[in-house]
């Protein structure tokens, strides 16, 4: 068995396994919170998708449930009010400075889960383990990171890979959401960051992930690279992962099918009437309430 702090030296040694460890992370976020749990685009073998729910455990102490609930929710309501992390709701530096505390007080909402998490594992481990004791993960990669760096070291490896996933949540929910270039004219203001999904895994190309959310692939056009994709495609030759859906159409092609003023206008105008035939709803029911409280308190003729 190696000794106590035997990777503390030399210096490289603990960037680098900071930053694998950070890749791996990014690996189970991408592919197994995102794109498989979530939004239900590739399938996994269950040892495959375990070993990335137990990682996250072990790295991050995300519960699956209240992280896919909570994206549902950012979908459903992308970037107006009810959004759980919008800049355009929040701010810019809101969202990028302190975008986990958004997260967490949407996380924290039990009506919100309930009515987003659907499908998420709900086995024995995630009851007791994973949702019933989600600091131990955390404690336990302390443990290993003191005695593989030392004290002083472990702490800050063990604290930089705690921080990993809100920081590029951060990134992806503020950046993601103001900066950068537009394939397809969303109904709302998501980005691709940059071309090259490499480090954040193909998540840096937001705006092609809101255009068709379902893909299993964010690339839509021949510059851009998604790796997380080429690391699915790797696991689907190997039998260990099955895509459910991918976009096969380029950006032009499927911008020119959803996204042209002659399709998305009347189905925005759609959206928009039924948006105010239900809050003249909502209106008339809370208008109704109050009328029948009224009559409640009111005493009834000939009663002393």
Not at 125 to 149: A, C, P, S
Not at 223 to 230: K, L, N, P
Request: with cysteine; charged share 20%; glycine share 8%.
């Amino acid at each position: 068995m190696p000794g106590y702090a035997v990777l503390a030296h030399p210096w490289w040694v603990p960037l680098l396994f900071v930053l694998a460890v950070g890749h791996a992370q990014n690996i189970c976020v991408t592919l197994y919170l995102h794109r498989s749990a979530t939004h239900e685009g590739v399938k996994f073998r269950p040892m495959v998708e375990h070993i990335m729910r137990m990682w996250l455990w072990l790295t991050s102490a995300v519960v699956t449930r209240e992280w896919v609930a909570v994206h549902r929710k950012h979908h459903a309501f992308a970037d107006k009010e009810g959004d759980p992390h919008s800049p355009a709701v929040a701010g810019f530096w809101g969202i990028v400075l302190g975008g986990v505390f958004f997260y967490q007080r949407a996380a924290r909402d039990p009506a919100l889960v309930e009515k987003y998490g659907d499908g998420c594992p709900d086995d024995w481990v995630e009851r007791h383990l994973y949702q019933g004791k989600r600091l131990l993960g955390l404690g336990l990669m302390l443990v290993l990171d003191i005695y593989l760096f030392g004290i002083g070291l472990g702490l800050l490896v063990w604290s930089a890979m705690a921080i990993w996933m809100p920081i590029m949540g951060n990134i992806i929910n503020g950046v993601g959401h103001a900066l950068g270039y537009r394939n397809f004219g969303t109904r709302d203001y998501s980005r691709n960051i940059y071309p090259w999904g490499i480090w954040i895994l193909g998540e840096e190309l937001h705006n092609n992930h809101h255009a068709d959310p379902r893909s299993a692939k964010f690339k839509a056009r021949w510059f851009e690279f998604d790796i997380g994709w080429i690391y699915i495609k790797i696991l689907s030759f190997l039998k260990l992962a099955r895509v459910i859906y991918a976009r096969s159409q380029n950006a032009k092609e499927f911008a020119a099918k959803h996204y042209t003023d002659k399709v998305a206008k009347p189905v925005a105008q759609k959206l928009d009437r039924a948006s105010e035939e239900l809050e003249r709803a909502k209106a008339r029911i809370d208008q109704a309430k109050t009328e029948a409280r009224a009559a409640l308190r009111s005493p009834e003729p000939g009663v002393d």
